[in-house]
């Protein structure tokens, strides 16, 4: 059974530099410790973009720092807060398809991962490029990495969510195409789950007849009202990251409230 564990905008600072108050390093560097005691043996541990806040070098070299402490390995995809260039100059190994697009299928005995750049930029024209885009070549990309997946499940992991979450502000900056992606995505039948990030919380169900899964940031998140129309509100709620098992049957996916897991259990 492969087992994944998935962090999403993890908007990594320069030191000394916080977000409402919050220190996305200590809270990210508090869910690498945990993720090494408690998974060590994940398979994969997946980034889904929004890396740092401000897509300096400096914020990526910390980061860098921190994701090197990481027993499992690691897969990086990027978000609407990164930089194309700056991240591959910060992280050199990291993998990316034909065109530079920072997007990689992996293979496991039971699945085949398969991470994809939805950062619309360059150019970085902001708040425009805040949405997501999957144009012509990454469509092409997809679609060759499913038709040769086969039979194999396929889990997609994307920093933009493909549709409406219920967030005035945050669907406004959703994956732009995304009927065009759902077409590509249903002329396949092996397409098992969607994992993506974005909106700062933890989400779950149905589009089009597949699941999907958003999961919250390590640093700080989406307040609930679902009407409020500025995606930059954000509010301190305890930091988390997802955890997807792949079975026999289909996938499991947890979220781990790691601030505040406790493991010393009562009978109740």
């Avoid at 024209?125 to 144009?135: E, M, Q, R």
């Amino acid at each position: 059974m492969t087992k994944l564990i998935i962090f999403t905008d993890l908007h990594m600072v320069p030191e000394g530099t916080t977000i409402i108050g919050l220190d996305p390093y200590q809270r990210l560097a508090a869910g690498i410790e945990h993720v090494n005691r408690y998974h060590a043996d994940a398979d994969r541990v997946i980034f889904t973009g929004d890396l740092t806040h401000y897509a300096d070098r400096a914020s990526y070299e910390r980061l860098k720092r921190l994701i090197d402490q990481l027993v499992p390995p690691v897969a990086i995809t990027i978000g609407n807060h990164d930089r194309r260039e700056v991240f591959l100059d910060a992280f050199p190994d990291a993998v990316t398809d034909e065109n530079g697009f920072v997007q990689q299928a992996i293979d496991f005995p039971d699945c085949r991962a398969i991470l994809l750049d939805t950062l619309f930029a360059p150019p970085y024209d902001y708040p425009t490029s805040h949405a997501g885009v999957l144009c012509a070549k990454r469509l092409a990309w997809l679609d060759r990495q499913l038709a040769d997946a086969g039979d194999k499940p396929a889990l997609l992991f994307m920093h933009h969510p493909p549709h409406r979450t219920g967030f005035t502000g945050m669907d406004m900056i959703r994956l732009a195409n995304e009927t065009e992606f759902y077409d590509l995505v249903k002329r396949h039948s092996n397409v098992r789950h969607i994992f993506a990030g974005h909106v700062h919380r933890t989400i779950s169900g149905s589009s089009r007849g597949i699941p999907f899964s958003i999961f919250k940031s390590p640093v700080h998140q989406q307040p609930m009202p679902f009407d409020a129309p500025d995606a930059s509100l954000s509010v301190d709620e305890p930091a988390a990251y997802g955890i997807a098992v792949v079975t026999d049957d289909g996938v499991l996916v947890h979220t781990e409230d790691y601030e505040i897991a406790r493991r010393d259990a009562a009978i109740a």
